[in-house]
């Protein structure tokens, strides 16, 4: 299987995974920007964007293989892994499974606790409504519902252009990681004894990981480093791109000198 990817600029290497419903494309800013010091590389999960989807049905240790190997074509031995959302629970999975190249993750509007029953039965119901009324209607219902209402006219186009990338993406591609994220298990273990520093960025007004839940998981961190974003809700890289970018630029900085 081939999985698509963008590669920018020279030096340490930082890796950027996009969120469910989405593509490599949410990080463009980003990797421009970052690309002046680092080697930034974008990927696309499998059956999203460009990217092959999986011969079988998908689960995030075999997502995670897959995202490994694309690492390993391009002679990456070590480096900082970031994800959004879905993208933060491969980033997860990456590290439990690969330690030795994976030197710090950022969780960006993720989690590392496994769905509650009520997530579960909302991720079931959202398989339903796939089925019955298509990946269109789905992703021009789910988008928008992702960004803090303060933010949504300011960002329509944003969001048309996530919209648009979204309804491309098959059926099975949506149906097979609602179940993967279903059925993951925590990793709150793993972050208690990831040597690494973790990025947590979190809105406050999230609709899919609220802020409580978000700030249960901090105190199981061994070496956070935190922002919190007010007024925001689940795209704060869009909603509040610069403080996002300073912030991961900064724990970039930081963690890697």
Known sequence: MTIHYEVSGKGYPVVFLHGYGETHKIWNHYRERLSKKYKVITPDLPGFGKSDSLPYEHSLDMVANSIYDCLKRLNVSECIIMGHSLGGYVTLEIAKRFPNIVSHIGLIHSSALSDTEEKKEGREKSIEF?????????????VPMLFHENHRVKLQDTIQSIVEEGSKIPEKTL???MLAMRDRSDSL?????????????????DPSIPVALSKSQIKFMKHPYLKNLPKTGHMGMFEEEEEVFLAISKFIEVTHK
């Open 175 to 177: 149906t097979d990681y």
């Open 189 to 205: 273990d793993f972050i208690k004894e990831f040597e690494g520093s973790i990025l947590y960025i979190y809105g406050e007004e």
């Open 130 to 142: 796939i089925q019955k009324h298509g990946v269109g209607k789905f992703i021009e219902s789910f």
